[in-house]
């Protein structure tokens, strides 16, 4: 009898970025018209500008999303991991990411060697955080749970995840 493995823990997302977690929320994630799924490939020139990023959840709570990639440089050698490519906070319930407060500036995935995973975690705030977020001094050797440790903001609610790889450049003949 075949069981069902979670993907994120297939995927190294659970252990080298988060806890395990229960998902609470329900976030949906969009590159265009490509809905991301755990696991799934985006080509980084589908993800130059952010996502669009929808959630559930109650329409009072609050949340923050974190997006990070935890193979920078190098898959085999990830010296600067976690590298933060996206905060925003104060986002309500039941909308999109562009109702929150953009945090620190979306950055494309720009993967150099090999195949990197880029992960996008949402937790639920316990009050509104408003400037008591900084952006990060340095947008590498960010911990997510660091992160969420500093501005209690508890377990997940929901991850979602990508891989993508430098594309190939496009030669003219």
Not at 12 to 17: A, E, L, N, P, S
Not at 98 to 119: F, N
């Amino acid at each position: 009898m075949a069981r069902n493995i979670d993907p994120l823990v297939v995927g190294r997302v659970i252990g080298d970025v988060v806890d395990t977690f229960v998902p609470s929320v329900s976030m949906h994630v969009y590159y265009g018209a490509k809905h991301v799924t755990n696991g799934c490939d985006i080509k980084p020139s589908m993800a130059i500008s952010p996502p669009r990023v929808t959630i559930t959840g109650h329409p009072a709570n609050l949340y923050t999303l974190v997006m990070t990639d935890p193979d920078a440089p190098s898959p085999s050698e990830p010296t600067m991991r976690e590298w933060v490519q996206w905060i925003v906070t104060d986002i309500p319930g039941c909308t999109n990411v562009a109702q929150g407060k953009g945090t620190l500036e979306y950055v494309s995935p720009r993967p150099i060697i090999g195949i990197h995973r880029y992960i996008l975690v949402l937790f639920q705030q316990k009050v509104a955080l408003g400037e008591l977020v900084a952006p990060p001094m340095t947008r590498s050797h960010f911990n997510t749970r660091a992160f969420a440790e500093e501005f209690n903001l508890g377990m997940p609610v929901a991850t979602v995840y990508f891989n993508a790889h430098k594309e190939p450049l496009r030669r003219n003949r």
